[in-house]
């Protein structure tokens, strides 16, 4: 019997870096401004196409992100790579605009109460103040993408209708959004479903407009990717070593880890254009200053690997002694 | 786009459980026979069909393993669970049969070179010492199943040929085996190579006498499992928390959690008779015996979730105090 991959995958795809940003705000540590910097621009070295470099909220919603405007502005920007920044409202705009920033996303929940407990607003209300966003953004030149969170699961609602998903990708297109990146915030999809809210949503958009954004909390990223790919999506969002957690479950891990797609991508021949060498390197920076080991299976078995045959180097070195 | 996975995928899926023996065979502390005898009883109880619970080899090799006579004895045999144990010669098989096994499993390497750094002796070697074990344990009512180690890649050999995991299992069919597993020993294995390897495979024997047994070192192990799945191949074999690690590189992943990929393959509505509440206790209860942390991401949810929900509950607490 034929698996259902045969001829489906594409050549290429592309990464969203959001370890900087979906990452770094989830981090109960606040790293210095200019060890973020270091960590974006060893990012920009690796090939990477698209990186998300911040957050222009509210310092007090979100501390960790309160240097979005001097990160914005102390970063080596690498022509021809794409950087972005999450902005919630007109205020976080100007501020990026001004930070020169050429991409912005916003964001809002496919559940109710995600949304609310997110935003302190209803889904109407919150695509109603994208009003005020969207359109300035465009008419500055500026690109817009989308993130929809709890498309695969709420963790207050349960299951979420994969209607919600069409409903709002298109009426985020109709808006001006040229991406939006469906999110599974708490890490519960699964491939059958995948493919049930991917099905809906590609036959009324193009799989260019959308990307897969993946929680791998119950270790099932990858293979979500995989039917994703399958059916034409080339664009996936990963963090550098799976930065982030999981909000909901201490301990857990959160986003797909930028390393894990890659090896995956680049051993089933999927060109990315990234140099792993250069991303666990990044990632094993950003590591320390962290303070805590990254989930990332890759960056593990490299680490374990490495550790191995500097232990053997030494014994050779003491049995020659 | 039409679906793809949808009408693909088994409605029942069996675990074959390997904890008990690829798991504790790589821990460095050893378990006191009592506790591994505990956790066996454990599983027994989860829905598990099939467990792997030692191995009789030479406890020079493997001293984590040397109470495989005791084990064998002091389970609790639940009627209708299959239990077996790793068997490398006339020897073993012998003492497996004085106690009270009814399966058996013999190994091999798709490699020469890990064949031989593994059992001292190159693949048709091992092929011809079968002769001495699958024949005598049949004749004695007992089930022969095989192992064939580092289908997907060899740490010495690198790329391993795909042929080669077809001629092995045929030749493994007509000496009497029931079902071939086909290992990644080291976790390299990748969708695209599985789809391969199973294209080969398939074409020769039916799906029931194959099954998956992937390591998770780089976190592509449950896509990869479900390659197979829609390939038609149903038994999956996995080690509770994901013990055992990978030899290759310490700190990484070793076998597929088989909390992973029965989570996976519930949320996907494919059923596989297991509590998964139970095998989580059983999970924590090996995770005691063997003093450290074990990485199945499930697990790793599971608990911090708990944890976030015991914080919130003392919280309340102190709030109505």
Known sequence: MSSFLNGRLPRRATIYEVGPRDGLQNESRTIPTADKIAFIDALSETGLQAIEITSFVNPKWIPQLADASEVSRGIRRRPGLLYSALVPNRKGLDAALAAGMTEIAVFLSASETHNRKNVNKSI????????????????????????????????????????????????????????????????????????????????????????????????????????????????????????????????????????????????????????????????????????????????????????RADTRADKGRAQQA
Not at 125 to 137: G, K, M, R, Y
Not at 158 to 168: I, S
Not at 176 to 199: C, H, M
Not at 247 to 267: F, K, Q
């Open 124 to 307: 109407s209300e919150t695509l109603a103040a994208f009003e005020e966003v969207i359109e300035p953004a465009r008419a500055e030149g500026c690109r817009v993408r989308a993130y929809v969170s709890t498309v695969y699961g709420c963790p207050y609602e349960g299951d979420v209708d994969p209607r919600k998903a069409v409903e709002l990708t298109l009426t985020l297109r109709q808006m001006g959004v040229y991406q939006v990146s469906l999110g599974d915030t708490i890490g519960v999809a699964n491939p059958v479903q995948v493919e049930r809210v991917l099905d809906l949503v590609l036959a009324q958009v193009p799989p260019e407009q959308v990307a897969l954004h993946f929680h791998d909390t119950r270790g099932a990223a990858l293979a979500n990717c995989l039917v994703g790919l399958s059916m034409g999506v080339t664009t996936i969002d990963s963090a550098t070593g799976g930065l982030g957690g999981c909000p909901y479950a201490p301990g857990a891990s959160g986003n797909l880890a930028t390393e894990d797609i890659v090896a995956a991508l680049h051993s089933m021949g999927i060109e990315t254009g990234i140099d792993l060498d250069r991303l666990v390197a990044a990632s094993q920076q950003i590591a320390a200053f962290v303070g805590h080991e990254l989930p990332s299976k890759y960056l593990k078995a490299h680490i374990g690997a490495r550790t």
